[in-house]
């Protein structure tokens, strides 16, 4: 039978959240009709990004709305840029879409949709694991971190588990947000 550890890990397994939402982030890339090769124009670039930033998130939430916030649409390509490229990074994308350098503007779609991709995940995956540890007990809490240190201790560095692993402990809901991309590492490392 299986444990609350068990069913929470299960409901996180990357095969349903980090797999599926890398399927829907490729169906956005594939359905998303590219008009131009090359963007010459500030305002044009803009837009376009601004667009597929949209489209991505219709595809990949499933959802379907006809609204369209141009300002709130960039301000997420800006920052995926700035985490991409630096300060400037906006600046550096409209550099690679004026030049076709670096991949051109196919690959800041890619980029984009990847990071969006990447952020989706990590909400579905915390407010899993989120709404699992504040419904457990103190008592509850402890058991299921011991069980989990138990099962998967030995995916863990060591300097993380030795001891009584309070460091675990006391970040046990990060350990639980991190265990899928762990697990998906291990399965394509294996898949190799």
């Not at 960039?74 to 076709?100: D, L, N, P, V």
């Not at 030795?162 to 350990?175: C, D, H, P, T």
Request: glycine share 6%.
């Amino acid at each position: 039978m299986p444990t609350k550890l068990d069913r929470i890990l299960n409901s996180i397994d990357p095969d349903r959240n980090l797999d599926e939402i890398a399927c829907r982030v490729d169906d956005a890339l594939n359905s998303y009709r590219m008009e131009k090769g090359l963007i010459h124009n500030w305002s044009e670039f803009r837009l376009v990004l601004s667009k597929f930033c949209s489209h991505v998130e219709k595809v990949v939430l499933r959802i379907n709305s006809s609204l369209f916030d141009l300002d709130m649409y960039w301000g997420r390509c800006c920052r995926i840029f700035m985490k991409e490229y630096g300060a400037s990074g906006e600046k550096t994308a409209f550099e690679i879409a004026r030049t076709g350098t670096e991949g051109g503007l196919p690959s800041l779609f890619k980029l984009v949709a990847k990071r969006m991709g990447e952020e989706y995940a990590q909400r579905e995956i915390a407010a899993g694991v989120g709404c699992f540890y504040g419904s457990l007990d103190v008592d509850e809490k402890l058991a299921v971190c011991d069980e989990y240190l138990q099962k998967y201790g030995h995916l863990l560095p060591s300097e993380l588990t030795e001891g009584s692993a309070a460091r675990i402990k006391a970040n046990f809901l990060k350990v639980l947000e991190e265990h899928p991309r762990t697990i998906q590492r291990l399965r394509n490392i294996s898949r190799k």
